[in-house]
C-alpha cells in the first residue's frame, strides 16, 4: 500500500513537470513581458508627448516674440533709407537728397554716418499723434512735428508746410547718436539739429545756412546775460533741459543754436566742431571740450561769442 502511495505521489509529480509547471512559467512569461511592454510604451508616450510639448512652446514662444511691422509693410528703398508712406513731390525729393548728401559730408568729417534709417511721413496730424502714442504710450498729443526714435531707428515726420526743416533736424540726431551713442549733452544735440535747419540750397554746389531770425533776435535781447546763460546750458541735465523750454526768459533750444551757429560760423569752425565733438566723445565735460578746440580757450570763446552777437 506504501509502495502503491509512492507510485501514484511520483506519477503526480511528473504530471505536474509535465502540464501544469510549464504553463505556470509560460503565464509568468507573458506577465513579465507585458509589464515590460507597458513600462516601454508609457516611456515613448512621455517622450512622445515632451516633443510635442516643446514644440507648442517653441510655436508659442515664436508667436509671443515681437514681430516687426516694417517687414510687413510697403516702402521705398531710396540709399540707405525705407521711406514709408511715402508723399514726397518731386522737387520735394529733390530736396531731399540734397540736405541729405549735405548732412553726410559735414558728419562725415566729424567722423559719424548713418547707414540705414526708416523714415514715416503722415499728411494727417491726428494719424501722427496717434502714432506716437502708440510707440511711445504718451497720453498727450506730441507738440512738435517730427521726432527721431534711437530704438526703432526711425525719424517720425509731419508734413507741414515747412516740414523739411523738421526732417533735417531729426536726421542730425541720427547723426548725433552715431558719433557719441550715450552720455552726451542734450544741449549740443539739439544745437546742432537747430543750426541744420536753416540750410537753404541754392545749387547741388552751393549750401547756405542762414540764421534762424527769430532766435536770433531773442539771443540779441539777451546781450548781458549770455555768458551766464552759457555756463548753465552746459552744466543742464537732460530733465532739466526738457523743463527749460518752456520758460521764456531763458529758452534751451535758443541758447544751444546760438552756441553751434557761432562755432560753425568762424572761419575753421567746422575743425573747431570736430574737435570738440571729439572731446565731448572722450568724456570731457562741454566746459573743458570748448577750452581745448577753441583757440584761446573758452575765456575767448565766452569773449569772442559775446561779441557775435
Not at 54 to 60: A, E, G, I, Q, V
Not at 271 to 300: C, D, N, Q, V
Request: glycine share 6%.
Amino acid at each position: 500500500m506504501v509502495e502503491i502511495m509512492r507510485i501514484l505521489k511520483i506519477y503526480l509529480i511528473l504530471l505536474c513537470l509535465v502540464f501544469v509547471y510549464p504553463a505556470q512559467i509560460s503565464h509568468a512569461k507573458s506577465v513579465s513581458q507585458r509589464l515590460k511592454e507597458d513600462w516601454e510604451r508609457r516611456q515613448l508616450e512621455k517622450r512622445e508627448g515632451s516633443k510635442n510639448s516643446s514644440s507648442k512652446d517653441k510655436k508659442k514662444r515664436k508667436s509671443n516674440k515681437f514681430k516687426n511691422p516694417l517687414k510687413k509693410e510697403k516702402y521705398k528703398k531710396v540709399g540707405r533709407f525705407r521711406l514709408f508712406d511715402d508723399k514726397l513731390s518731386a522737387d520735394e525729393f529733390t530736396q531731399f537728397l540734397e540736405g541729405v548728401e549735405y548732412m553726410d559730408r559735414f558728419y562725415a568729417k566729424m567722423g559719424a554716418s548713418v547707414k540705414r534709417l526708416n523714415m514715416r511721413m503722415f499728411t494727417d496730424k491726428d494719424r501722427y499723434d496717434e502714432y506716437y502714442n502708440k510707440n511711445f504710450r504718451g497720453s498727450k498729443k506730441h507738440i512738435a512735428n517730427a521726432y527721431y526714435s534711437s530704438r526703432k531707428n526711425e525719424m517720425v515726420v509731419y508734413k507741414h508746410w515747412n516740414f523739411m526743416r523738421s526732417f533735417y533736424h531729426e536726421y542730425s540726431h541720427a547723426f548725433y547718436r552715431d558719433i557719441i551713442p550715450k552720455g552726451a549733452p542734450r544741449w549740443l544735440n539739439e544745437g546742432l539739429a537747430e543750426y541744420f535747419e536753416g540750410m537753404k540750397f541754392h545749387s547741388r554746389s552751393r549750401v547756405t545756412i542762414s540764421p534762424q531770425r527769430g532766435r536770433l533776435l531773442t539771443v540779441r535781447g539777451w546781450k548781458g546775460r549770455l555768458p551766464n546763460y552759457v555756463e548753465d546750458i552746459m552744466t543742464l541735465s537732460f530733465r532739466n533741459f526738457k523743463a527749460k523750454y518752456d520758460d521764456s526768459n531763458y529758452n534751451a533750444y535758443t541758447i544751444s543754436w546760438a552756441i553751434a551757429y557761432f562755432i560753425l560760423k568762424q572761419t575753421r569752425g567746422e575743425h573747431i566742431m570736430e574737435k570738440f565733438l571729439k572731446g565731448i566723445a572722450r568724456g570731457r565735460t562741454s566746459k573743458e571740450a570748448i577750452g581745448a578746440a577753441y583757440p584761446g580757450g573758452y575765456s575767448s570763446f565766452i569773449e569772442d561769442f559775446s561779441a557775435f552777437y
